[in-house]
């Protein structure tokens, strides 16, 4: 068996499911979310535990076996405490704001880049002031936040696509977790 698709999901008592024919649906205090199972995995829901089961030991099944059970397992957690990205935007004249729908990002190029913020999403942009002695490493700080994982982390991969970091300042859009080495320059320069 599958060691991902055997572990039990249990629901919290403000999560609730719903199994019509292939369909499941997860409702909780955030959202609600459904998923249509693929053909041969079935669910089993006793006691707030959520069993996902399986037609046969076949290649294929197994592969969606643990799938299926990972994707609902994110349903459970997003519907009732959501996902979170955070994205740090580093370079002097680089910054990000909300302008309606869209993320208006100014990354260093002749012209600023419009991103449409998927319907789900809440999208915080938060310029970080300058301090007077010190310098801050960061000019500002966009927060993304959804109760669908995936498109959490799709919207968050597309902004960093727009400017990824540099290996020799630094400079771009990187993950708050994100650690980039940072390359020597020129040896020969003094």
């Known amino acids: 068996m599958s060691r991902i698709g ?10 609730s499911v719903k199994i019509e024919d292939n369909t499941i649906t997860v409702k909780g205090k955030l959202g609600e979310l459904s ?15 959520l069993t996902v089961k399986r037609l046969d ?13 990972a994707l609902i397992q994110n349903m459970v957690t997003g ?3 959501g996902f979170k990205k955070t994205l740090h935007i580093i370079g002097t004249g680089y910054s990000s704001e909300i302008v309606g729908p869209w993320l208006k990002l100014a990354l260093g190029f002749s012209h ?15 310029p ?5 002695g010190g310098r801050s490493d960061f000019t500002s700080i966009i927060t993304i ?12 991969a597309e902004v960093r696509g727009c400017r990824p970091p540099e290996n020799y300042k630094g400079k771009g859009v990187r993950y708050n977790d994100e650690h980039v080495t940072i390359k020597a320059g020129k040896a020969g320069s003094k």
């Open 35 to 49: 998923y249509n199972l693929m053909h041969g995995i079935s669910l089993e829901l006793e006691d707030n535990v």
């Open 112 to 126: 600023d880049i419009l991103l449409r913020v998927p319907e789900g999403l809440t999208v915080v942009a938060t």
């Open 57 to 69: 030991d076949t290649k294929n099944q197994r592969a969606v076996h643990g799938l299926s059970r």
């Open 128 to 132: 970080v002031p300058r301090s007077k």
């Open 79 to 81: 519907v009732s405490e």
């Open 6 to 15: 055997k572990a039990p999901i249990k629901l919290s008592s403000d999560v």
């Open 145 to 156: 936040e959804g109760i669908n994982k995936q498109m959490v982390g799709q919207f968050a």
